[in-house]
């Protein structure tokens, strides 16, 4: 992709992004990718300007003409050649120095394959892709709703089982009650997940780098620990108060049963004692490997084989999902235990969204040409039903 290119790519993305928020605001990490493409079209922009400068200058340098052998323009074959070919048409007869120019034969890796353009000026490419080391997928989040909230705190009621049942009933017979018991009222309170980093005056220069440095570094670590915080925070602040440590959130053991046994009986345990139906499996992928792996008494996987689908049929699915409900396979749950649950009896609370500021007055910044980069987000936990939630353990 050349520079003209690259810059057309930088300039949809940005619109893209602003088309996509058509009647309704930007969220703030929209306008920090807005930011970074304009910042990263500017800079491409500038390197086209100057490579239009260099072709002008070259373009005088050739109106002068060139020196020639014998008007034989076709590069030299060998070293004898090239130095007779830089003679042109003088001698070296009375000449007290003559120096040839650098010799690049069509076979020297250095040049581009004998072409005129080998003796033209090196152009530097400069790689600004991130090589980056394995990011796990952030997937907890996008399996509990969000939603907006204006306070520091949220007080809300987490209910209890469903009491009593309907039931048939004669004429002018007396009709069962159903009861859901009176709620508990609790508070929680927003926490704060955040972190900074330090650039360079000349490293803040390159704004792609900068964009890029808080896009798939400082954000992803970020939402590492929200990721974190949302399954399995303490508690104690400054603390989320996370699904698994929930009070009121089921639990149960393997015991005798199979693994996927155990699994399928979480299932009524929730829906025994909440109005929702399980609809996700959190698990690690130790746990899952030896799921997958399982084969029954002919050698067969249960989940497909390596070559096609289960028993032959089909494509293969790498990670499909167990007893029909979505499977999260991440290592943000220990191995040995499992979190079946229902997505809508929790959401998550954002005050806002994430937030980047810098400043070069920080410490001693100012005077070491340095600039701190903060970002952090604000957010919550409210379980309404942590009886729609079983933490299921192995042992």
């Known amino acids: 992709m050349n520079l003209k290119e690259m810059l057309a790519a930088a300039i949809k993305a940005a619109q893209d992004i602003v088309d996509g928020a058509k009647g309704r605001s930007m969220t703030d990490t929209e306008r920090v990718e807005?930011?970074?493409?304009?910042?990263?079209?500017?800079?491409?922009?500038?390197?086209?300007?100057?490579?239009?400068?260099?072709?002008?200058?070259?373009?005088?340098?050739?109106?002068?003409?060139?020196v020639k052998g014998g008007g034989d323009d076709t590069p030299a074959k060998s070293l004898g050649e090239h130095f007779v070919k830089s003679l042109g048409d003088r001698s070296i007869k009375g000449m007290t120095r003559f120096e040839a120019?650098?010799?690049?034969?069509?076979?020297?890796t250095h040049g581009s394959g004998g072409t005129a353009g080998d003796y033209g000026p090196l152009v530097t490419d400069i790689d600004r892709s991130f090589v980056l080391p394995y990011q796990r997928p952030l997937v907890i989040a996008d399996i509990i709703p969000s939603g907006p909230v204006s306070g520091s705190a949220i007080t809300y009621p987490v209910f209890g089982a469903l009491e009593g049942n309907a039931a048939t009933v004669a004429e002018g017979g007396a009709k069962p009650q159903i009861h859901i018991a009176d709620p508990t009222w609790k508070t929680?309170?927003?926490?704060?997940?955040?972190?900074?980093?330090?650039?360079?005056?000349?490293?803040?220069?390159?704004?792609?780098?900068?964009?890029?440095?808080?896009?798939?570094?400082?954000?992803?670590?970020?939402?590492?620990?929200?990721?974190?915080?949302?399954l399995s925070g303490g508690g104690v602040s400054p603390n989320l108060d996370g699904i698994m440590h929930r009070s009121g959130v089921q639990t149960a053991v393997k015991g005798a049963d199979t693994v996927a046994d155990a699994i399928f009986k979480t299932f009524s345990l929730i829906s025994g004692a909440s109005p929702f139906a399980a609809d996700f499996i959190v698990i690690n992928p130790e746990d899952y490997e030896a799921l997958r792996l399982t084969k029954?008494?002919?050698?067969?996987?249960?989940?497909?084989?390596?070559?096609?689908?289960?028993?032959?049929?089909?494509?293969?699915?790498?990670?499909?999902?167990?007893?029909?409900?979505?499977?999260?396979?991440?290592?943000?749950?220990?191995?040995?235990?499992?979190?079946?649950?229902?997505?809508?009896?929790?959401?998550?609370?954002?005050?806002?969204?994430?937030?980047?500021?810098?400043?070069?007055?920080?410490?001693?910044d100012f005077t070491n040409d340095k600039i701190t980069v903060r970002i952090k987000e604000r957010l919550g936990l409210q379980v309404k039903w942590p009886s729609a939630f079983v933490k299921l353990t192995l042992v």
Do not use: C
Request: aromatic residues 8%.
């Open 188 to 230: 929680d309170a927003l926490g704060e997940v955040a972190a900074f980093f330090k650039l360079t005056d000349d490293m803040a220069e390159d704004l792609p780098y900068v964009a890029g440095e808080i896009e798939t570094t400082a954000r992803y670590d970020l939402l590492l620990q929200e990721e974190v915080q949302i």
């Open 34 to 66: 807005v930011e970074a493409k304009i910042a990263e079209a500017t800079n491409i922009k500038a390197q086209i300007k100057a490579a239009e400068g260099d072709d002008a200058l070259m373009g005088r340098l050739a109106s002068f003409g060139a």
């Open 296 to 364: 029954d008494g002919n050698e067969q996987y249960y989940g497909g084989g390596f070559f096609s689908g289960t028993y032959g049929n089909g494509a293969i699915v790498m990670e499909p999902p167990i007893w029909g409900r979505r499977t999260v396979v991440t290592q943000a749950i220990t191995a040995g235990t499992f979190l079946i649950g229902a997505s809508r009896a929790a959401k998550i609370l954002r005050k806002g969204g994430l937030r980047v500021e810098s400043t070069n007055s920080h410490a001693d």
């Open 101 to 108: 120019p650098e010799f690049k034969a069509a076979a020297d």
